[in-house]
């Protein structure tokens, strides 16, 4: 079946560090990819997105490309800021699955001055 | 962006008592809405697919006796946990799918069953 393993958590930084939370998938065929972010007390948020091999989806300063030789949506920034504190989960997502989206277990951020 | 909102965020219940969670897209019109559960340091676990005017459809493992979902309107999902037990306890999250396909989440209810 299809899944994500994301990189546990939690992930301290000092601001300005360079960020990079790791997310591999399994899955049959070629989903789609996404980060969300959840801020503290707030839903789920979409991020970024990538929908077909080597695209490269942005927001924000956050940056993550569709590896499919190695099944990877790595999540990086060059230079966090407090405000980036919150919790990222990938997820993968297949069209023709009913729209089903499969989370990863998602991790925590938390950067400090 | 599209807003979605859960009420209650948090509930405390006894045991043996049933709870109801809204979920409101307050912006938008959502045929689909989707609800989730999620367990301390673990993945969003998709629990089932409302659709507006239809019966849910429960992801296998899912009692559909223990959490009624009903999708009443465009606007409005409701999920109730029926005879909750302790085990209940979880967090837990609906979507809702606009009509570009792009999904908007709620903020969450927390359930604590005593």
């Known amino acids: 079946g299809n899944s994500v393993t994301q990189m546990e958590g939690p992930v301290t930084l000092s601001e300005e560090a360079f960020l990079t939370i790791n997310c591999t998938y399994t899955a049959t065929g070629y989903p789609s990819l996404f980060w969300y972010v959840q801020y503290p007390g707030e839903g789920l948020q979409l991020l970024l997105k990538a929908t077909k091999a080597d695209d490269k989806g942005s927001n924000k300063g956050f940056e993550a490309t569709y590896r499919k030789e190695t099944t990877s949506f790595h999540l990086e920034k060059g230079s966090v800021q407090v405000s980036d504190s919150a919790v990222y989960f990938c997820?993968?997502?297949?069209?023709?699955?009913?729209?089903?989206?499969?989370f990863g277990t998602g991790t925590q951020l938390k950067v400090e001055l | 962006g599209a807003v979605v909102s859960q009420h209650p965020s948090r509930v405390i219940c006894k045991s043996g008592t049933s709870v109801k969670i809204e979920c409101r897209s307050l912006d938008f019109q959502a045929t689909t809405m989707f609800w989730y559960r999620q367990f301390p340091k673990q993945s969003l676990m998709l629990m089932a697919t409302?659709?507006?005017?239809?019966?849910?459809?429960?992801e296998q493992g899912v009692e559909k006796d223990k959490f009624l979902i009903n999708h009443a309107s465009l606007t409005l999902s409701t999920l109730t946990v029926t005879s909750a037990h302790p085990e209940d306890s979880s967090f837990y999250i609906c979507?809702?799918?606009?009509?570009?396909?792009?999904?908007?989440f709620g903020e969450g209810s927390r359930l604590t069953v005593l």
């Open positions: 409302s659709n507006e005017g239809s019966k849910a459809t429960y």
């Open positions: 997820a993968l997502l297949f069209t023709g699955g009913g729209n089903k989206l499969t």
């Open positions: 979507s809702a799918r606009q009509g570009t396909g792009e999904l908007f």
